[in-house]
């Protein structure tokens, strides 16, 4: 999106395997951007029409597709009655579309240091860049960068998520809700080559306590016949409120999109570029 204002961009990442993006499930429902739990964490520069615009930019940078989901309740009055949600999105190669960033520098950051021209960005080998304006979107390891540069450190904590990816014969065709409770659901999601990847809330309510067997039960129930393939882990980046800020001149700290994240992503990288006072995107 910066590209598209014509600045010259790069992004320097270390890869880590347990990072939140890499890990999320590339999903989007419009149902997490209201209620309760959105309250809490919203912004005060966010509207509803944010998240009309990530639909928008995702779809057209991310080939994000709008497909619905089935919602299948395992409790309750309504036990059984599959009912559809229209307001679902998913991304098919979120990997690919991570990895298809083409000015990226494979390197850890271990210090900023503000120099006259802007910021430079430091390894444990020496300067790996310079550069006038610099965002820190570092996840759960925000805080390890700006103790290390001297910059105010913010509150965000790690939330670990986890999922499986199976391999049935009749893969799915479009995401799967299966409400357990109240407080707990578990997604079936079609992946790339013919997986389906299974992801639940990991909030630790009395039926969850994030256990792994709880995910692959789930799976034996509705898909007996399916092969186990692999496990993944991430840390999703929890602030008390999506943290979108200007840190020192020049420089924005964002995180904390916990577990919708991705679907915020373009309205925050709209903000951050206004902070940074580099233009203003449609
Ligand atoms: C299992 C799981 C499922 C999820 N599903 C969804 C979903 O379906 N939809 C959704 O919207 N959200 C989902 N999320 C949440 C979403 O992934 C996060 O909210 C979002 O990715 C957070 O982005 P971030 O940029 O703040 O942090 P991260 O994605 O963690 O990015 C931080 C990056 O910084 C790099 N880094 C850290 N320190 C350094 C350093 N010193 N030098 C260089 N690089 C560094 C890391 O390698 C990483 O690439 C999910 C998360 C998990 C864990």
């Not at 029409?49 to 089935?70: H, Q, S």
């Not at 298809?100 to 020496?126: A, C, F, H, M, Q």
């Not at 509150?155 to 499986?164: E, F, K, Q, Y």
Request: net charge positive; glycine share 10%.
């Amino acid at each position: 999106m910066a590209k598209e204002l014509g600045l010259e961009v790069a992004v320097i990442d270390d890869g880590k395997k347990k990072s939140g993006s890499r890990n999320a499930a590339g999903l989007l429902s419009t149902s997490w951007f209201s209620g309760k739990f959105f309250s809490k964490i919203q912004p005060n520069w966010w509207d509803s029409k944010c998240f009309d615009y990530g639909v928008e930019i995702l779809t057209e940078f991310a080939k994000l597709r709008k497909v619905g989901e089935d919602v299948l309740p395992f409790y309750g009055e309504n036990i059984g009655k599959k009912r559809f949600n229209s307001k679902v999105w998913i991304l098919d190669d979120l990997i690919g579309f991570l990895d298809s960033y083409s000015n990226k520098i494979d390197g850890k950051v271990v210090r900023l240091e503000k120099i006259p021209t802007g910021w430079k960005l430091l390894s444990t080998g020496g300067e790996i860049a310079r550069s006038k304006k610099v965002l820190i979107a570092a996840g759960v390891w925000s805080n390890q960068l700006l103790e290390a540069s001297g910059i105010c450190p913010i509150v965000v904590d790690p939330l670990p998520g986890r999922a499986v990816f199976i391999r049935d014969k009749k893969p799915i065709t479009r995401p799967l809700r299966v409400l357990r409770s109240p407080y707990q659901h578990i997604t079936f999601r079609p992946w790339i080559n013919g997986l389906m990847r299974v992801g639940d809330t990991v909030e630790a309510t009395e039926l969850s306590q994030s256990k792994l067997d709880v995910l692959t039960g789930e799976s034996d129930r509705m898909f007996p016949f399916a092969k186990l393939e692999k496990v993944i882990y991430g840390f999703r980046p929890v602030t008390p409120k999506v943290y979108v800020e200007k840190a020192a001149e020049g420089l924005v700290v964002a995180t904390g999109g916990h577990r919708i994240g991705f679907g915020m992503s373009p309205a925050v990288a709209k903000r951050v570029l206004a902070l940074l006072g580099l233009g203003e995107l449609k």
